[in-house]
């Protein structure tokens, strides 16, 4: 069975820090695209950044640009989203997701997020002022 476990969610002030992780079991995490999304409260979700598969080179929404950096680590299965410089408008639920053939690259996050069939229950961060 494969499962996608995120931790590290809470509540931070406004230009503060968070650090993200996915745990990943149940696939060959080298084998999939990883993808972190975000639904804030009465909107689309969206993509934040996208990792291609084996070691991976990350890809950003203008959004997060700068400020956010994902990152894989294939001995520990888990996945990682550093987010710096924290804004009100990053407050969302926060989940990451595995595809098999997901595409990551230049045009992310246009790509949409179907390509990823496997997803994690999410962890809220919440910026506040």
């Known amino acids: 069975e494969v499962e996608l476990v995120e931790s590290g969610g809470g509540l931070v002030q406004a230009g503060g820090s968070l650090n993200l992780s996915c745990t990943v079991s149940g696939l060959t995490f080298s084998d999939y695209a990883m993808g972190w999304f975000r639904q804030a409260s009465g909107k689309e979700r969206e993509g934040v950044a996208c990792i291609t598969r084996g070691y991976g080179t990350g890809f950003y929404a203008d959004s997060v640009q700068g400020r956010f950096t994902i990152s894989r680590d294939k001995e520990k299965n888990t996945l990682y989203l550093q987010m710096n410089s924290l804004k009100l408008e990053d407050t969302a639920i926060y989940y990451c997701?595995?595809?098999?053939?997901?595409?990551?690259?230049?045009?992310?996050?246009?790509?949409?997020?179907?390509?990823?069939?496997?997803w994690g229950q999410g962890t809220q961060v919440t910026v506040s002022s």
């Open positions: 997701a595995a595809g098999e053939w997901a595409r990551c690259g230049t045009d992310w996050p246009s790509r949409p997020p179907t390509e990823y069939e496997h």
